[in-house]
């Protein structure tokens, strides 16, 4: 895959102008926002009605008419309603359901009865069965087949580990006398929509401290959730136990061993190109502020296992006229059992500079937060000495936990008087004052973001970097949907937000040129499974998606001309 000659195209609108449910587009289904609600309740009706045609003894839906995975929701079920017509429907004011829609409609319905919960506040009757062992009401998974989205990213989320039929829509099979009847096959489509509803409704009625109602939503998005394959039950059963957490009030621990979240990002390195995308970016808007330095110093904000930095030493080593002497300052959490982390990475660095023949220097420094470093401990020297670049990847957004943090921390980045200041941040906003937005925006970020991790398991075999770089995503979910105040860490905002964060701290932004953009297309090409992902150059910074969906952003910075 090439990107986009031109990074001023946009690839990613602003707004969509079929008016498509984002989520479900996603999932390869066609819905428009405006008729989530009508088409929720015509499943209900769609759903009562072939209920009542079992037992009545009609069978000209017993047949071997194959109902395939449609791309237009809404007229599927208008078209299944209407083969439907000679069964008496419930009028539509008698069914009862939670609006899901954004528009503005009378607030939802919500059960507070003390006795038993009434789960018809859920669209369909495939929440909340009376007659659970009627076989008509089976449901049987069929692959998706004509998905736009599905097609191009090789999975779309419903029903993707089953056979699809090679047969017309319509066509009927001639029938064999020794063989009953076979039941309606109808696909997970319905299930996955009320699945999406289904969570929303339950993140609202945990916004509205709802807690009753909630308890009862979050059993039964697992109960659905069971009936999706691939990227979406997985995505569904992380939101159905960070949901969990939060109602049940066990949260999530921080304080998980920070060896163990380094292993966990280990694997994310190394199953998808997010990471590579921003070390190659970043390293390469250093490499060019370091221009002509003799001697040049890196604070890195978040060393862990100092990946990012063999790549940028092997550049240095190769400038011409011969390489600058490197100091490297690497910053780290404590961790439990008192090891020295940062100066085992810091020894196996020095012996590449040695081997590529690259004057070498390393401090590391250990803190629990970076509120708790000043520019004095670094033994910053003067501009005309020493070039200096400070790094940070996904760390910034970590510090808006805490009330000032992150102003200290800019504020000891210009005492630092940098060449360049490189940020890497997930691009979308976790950040929001409303639970039900914050929720609504990490479902759909984390939707694409686990798609694309499908997509690039059918084409890489280790299984185990996979199943851990879920688990690494699953954490951040958790800490997003369950925790609040200072322990919700992963306050994830823009790249629009960023940018008017600095500039009001004095930080005037830096185009990263045509050989970041050049970096980052290389990489694609080079990486498997890259066909679904995108690179974007916006406003001077570099952007990476799954198809239309951005997901992180490379940005950089220097000081203001007053400061």
């Given amino acids: ?21 984002e989520l479900l587009a996603v999932l390869g289904y066609k819905v428009r926002a405006s008729e989530m609600a ?9 759903e009562m009605a072939m209920g009542t045609t079992m037992e009545d003894g009609i069978n000209h839906l017993s047949t071997d008419t194959v109902h395939y995975n449609p791309s237009d929701v809404f007229g599927w079920v208008q078209n299944m309603l209407t083969e439907l017509n000679t069964v008496d ?4 004011e008698s069914s009862t359901m939670i609006n899901f829609s954004n528009s503005s409609q009378p607030d939802p319905i919500i059960f507070t009865d003390d006795s038993v919960y009434d789960l018809r506040a859920i669209p369909g009757g495939a929440i909340y069965n009376t007659d659970s062992t009627s076989e008509g009401n ?57 699945l999406v509803h289904t969570l929303m409704a339950c993140a609202e009625a945990v916004q509205q401290d709802n807690l009753k109602l909630a308890d009862a939503l979050v059993k039964h998005i697992v109960y659905l959730a069971v009936s999706q394959a691939g990227a979406m039950r997985k995505v569904a059963t992380y939101f159905a136990e960070a949901l969990a957490r939060r109602i049940y009030k066990i949260y999530p621990q921080d304080s998980l061993e920070p060896s163990y979240s380094d292993v966990l990002q280990m694997h994310f390195y190394e199953t998808c190109p997010y990471l590579k995308f921003a070390h190659f970016t970043a390293n390469q808007a250093i490499l060019e502020a370091f221009a002509g330095a003799s001697r040049v110093h890196v604070i890195d904000f ?22 600058p002497a490197f100091r490297l300052t690497g910053i780290g959490p404590p961790q439990p ?16 500079a040695e081997t590529i023949g690259v004057e070498f220097e390393f401090r590391g420094f250990v803190a629990n937060s970076l509120a708790d470093l000043d520019a004095s401990m670094l033994e910053i020297r003067p501009s005309e000495v020493e070039a200096v670049a400070v790094n940070s990847v996904f760390e910034l957004h970590r510090l808006l936990a805490r009330p000032g943090a992150i102003e200290k921390v800019l504020s000891s980045i210009k005492a630092m008087k940098p060449k360049i200041v490189t940020v890497v941040e997930i691009e979308s906003d976790h ?3 409303v639970f039900l937005d914050r929720f609504n925006e990490a479902l759909h970020y984390y939707s694409t973001m686990f798609d694309s991790l499908e997509s690039t398991g059918l084409t890489q075999f280790n299984h185990q970097d996979l199943v851990m770089s879920e688990v690494y995503l699953g954490r951040q979910i958790y800490n997003v949907v369950a925790c609040e105040g200072v322990d919700r860490v992963e306050r994830h905002e823009t790249l629009t937000q960023w940018r008017t964060r600095l500039s009001s701290a004095g930080f005037d932004s830096v185009h990263l040129g045509s050989k ?4 980052a297309s290389m990489l694609l090409d080079l990486f498997a499974g890259g066909d679904g992902y995108r690179v974007e150059e916006t406003d001077g910074c570099l952007m990476l998606g799954w198809h239309m969906r951005p997901l992180i952003t490379t940005s950089a910075y220097q000081l203001g001309a007053e400061e």
């Fill in 302 to 323: 978040s060393l862990k296992q100092g990946m990012q930095w063999p790549a940028l030493m092997q550049a240095l080593a190769l400038r011409p006229g011969g390489p």
């Fill in 337 to 352: 059992d008192n090891t020295d982390t940062l100066q085992q990475v810091g020894w196996k660095l020095a012996q590449l």
């Fill in 38 to 46: 009508d088409v929720a309740q015509k499943l209900e009706q769609l």
């Fill in 1 to 21: 895959m090439t990107p986009t000659a031109t990074g001023k195209a946009k690839i990613w609108p602003e707004e969509d102008p079929a008016g498509m449910d």
């Fill in 516 to 519: 970041a953009f050049k970096q």
């Fill in 89 to 92: 429907l419930p009028p539509e």
């Fill in 431 to 433: 950040n929001g004052v």
């Fill in 138 to 194: 089976k449901r049987t998974k069929l692959k998706s087949s004509g998905s736009e989205f599905g097609s191009a990213s090789g999975t779309s989320g419903f029903g993707t580990d089953t056979v699809s039929l090679p047969m017309e829509v319509g066509m009927v099979s001639p029938p064999v006398a020794a063989e009953p009847p076979r039941p309606v096959m109808v696909d997970s489509q319905e299930t996955g929509i009320r």
